[in-house]
């Protein structure tokens, strides 16, 4: 049941983003991650709470948002014909792990996203504004 709601969430956050970014192959670890983008200078000047999307060759979709510790990378793990079996990963710098850990799901972001913590990562109604990039801004500044 899960899958299918976290697929609803990642597909509608996706559609409503509309600034996409042109795939870099140096993004990707040659593993099935995207952890070279969480550092890539690509991404480095995405402002806190900005959110665009990038789809690999193979048709595998990523949002991308950006944080004070640095973009959080939400991907398709794989690619299925349907897509019910479709599963959602993040990579991210070890400092957006720690804040996470702390604030929300302890460990959340080394295994596939359930959907609450997916939600928490690239809000749902209106990305632009629920992101963990804008919770990372109103936690440490209010």
């Known amino acids: 049941m899960d899958n299918n709601k976290?697929?609803?969430?990642?597909?509608?956050v996706f559609s409503k983003i509309k600034t996409k970014i042109e795939f870099n192959k140096e993004w990707f670890d040659g593993q099935g991650g995207f952890g070279p983008a969480v550092s890539h200078s690509d991404l480095q000047?995405?402002?806190?709470?900005?959110?665009?999307?990038?789809?690999?060759?193979?048709?595998?979709?990523?949002?991308i948002i950006g944080t004070a510790y640095g973009p959080a990378i939400v991907y398709e793990l794989h690619m299925s014909i349907d897509k019910r079996d479709q599963e959602y990963c993040c990579d991210a710098s070890t400092t957006l792990h720690a804040f996470f850990n702390d604030h929300f799901d302890k460990g959340a972001l080394t295994c596939k996203l359930q959907s609450v913590n997916l939600m928490t990562l690239i809000g749902h109604d209106d990305p632009q504004n629920e992101n963990i990039g804008k919770t990372i801004e109103y936690v440490n500044f209010n």
């Open 6 to 12: 976290t697929r609803d969430i990642f597909e509608n």
């Open 45 to 63: 000047s995405l402002r806190p709470g900005e959110i665009i999307r990038s789809e690999t060759p193979g048709k595998r979709r990523m949002i």
